[in-house]
């Protein structure tokens, strides 16, 4: 009787992973405003979509909240990575808050495209998910104008002139494989449709995508790390899934590891989205070490290189912190 050999256990990381340019710039911004005013320092929404850095934050003291009637007059407020509408700003002016806007840079250009397409008299299609802050501060450029495409589903809905002026815009953390299958069933039923002058999907968003795509068909399992909130993060385990992957799961922390989730699984692929800080990361490394899996072996589709400077209105007052 010929015995078979127990098949090889192996954990590949994806990169790039984690923190993205602008996800950077916006929790390094909250931490040198604590720096600089000291607390508190409020944050209108999560400054970025991760339960971690806003309890570490916090523990700074930084207060985040829902909207800016709990931000007492005068105070010192910083916009999160998702975008305000100008009626927040409008708002923050009349109750004479200290604003600093933490706004990705990637999701302001997505703004002025909102705005230039409006001034032109252009129907917008935003693609994007109901009730998220990015989608809630872009349609808050050109609300008159602006309707919400939230899946391919939706098109045969629109209610528009077939050869009308309409426009496509989209929230920077979907999946590409879907927003494009949405631009295409939007392009069958308006021909003329314009497309946005570059692609609005991040670049950060894509590249870990496509990071998921390269390992999956070899994992038995994909962990995504990253908030049940993060849009980009739950985007990874279906891309995961579609890229053959036979089992995806998003975690907080090595804590949510499910240990049924590993029975009878060789390969495990790990990523995180673009909003985790990297020792979360570890910690499910780690944790998978301690359950009888080899170190991680990383495969990197790209290098990033990108890097955003801080909003300008904290770069003066930090500069002027020195100059005295």
Not at 69 to 97: C, I, K, M, N, Y
Not at 149 to 162: F, M, R, T
Not at 210 to 231: H, T, W, Y
Request: proline residues 6%.
């Amino acid at each position: 009787m010929t015995s078979v050999a127990p098949a090889t256990k192996r954990v590949v990381v994806a990169a790039p992973r984690g923190y993205c340019a602008g996800v950077d710039r916006a929790v390094v911004t909250v931490e040198k405003a604590l720096d600089l005013y000291g607390p508190p320092v409020y944050v209108r929404k999560q400054i970025v979509h991760n339960k971690h850095v806003v309890e570490t934050l916090e523990q700074r003291g930084a207060i985040f909240v829902e909207e800016l009637d709990e931000v007492p007059t005068g105070a010192t407020v910083v916009f999160s990575a998702h975008g305000v509408s100008p009626a927040v700003h409008a708002e923050a002016a009349d109750r004479g808050l200290k604003t600093i806007d933490a706004t990705c840079p990637l999701v302001t250009k997505v703004h002025h495209e909102a705005k230039r397409f409006a001034a032109e008299g252009t129907q917008i299609l935003l693609i994007g998910h109901a009730g998220h802050e990015e989608v809630e501060g872009t349609m808050g450029e050109a609300p008159e104008q602006t309707i919400l495409v939230q899946s391919p589903a939706d098109v045969d809905g629109l209610d528009l002139p077939e050869h009308g002026n309409l426009a496509w815009l989209s929230q920077t953390t979907l999946s590409v494989d879907e927003t494009m299958e949405t631009v295409g069933r939007l392009r069958e039923r308006f021909p003329l449709l314009m497309d946005p002058p570059s692609d609005d999907i991040c670049y950060a968003t894509q590249n870990r995508q496509l990071a998921v795509k390269q390992i999956s068909p070899g994992c038995d399992l994909m962990i995504v790390v990253g908030s049940r909130n993060s849009s980009n993060s739950v985007r990874l385990v279906e891309v995961a899934l579609e890229a053959g992957a036979k089992a995806s799961y998003r975690v907080d922390n090595a804590a949510e590891i499910d240990p049924a989730w590993l029975v009878g699984v060789n390969s495990v692929g790990v990523t995180s989205g673009a909003s985790v800080p990297d020792v979360l990361v570890q910690g499910v490394l780690d944790y998978l070490e301690s359950q009888g899996f080899p170190p991680a072996v990383e495969e990197r589709l790209t290098e990033e290189t990108l890097q955003f400077a801080l909003p300008p209105e904290l770069r003066k007052d930090l500069r002027r912190a020195v100059k005295h």
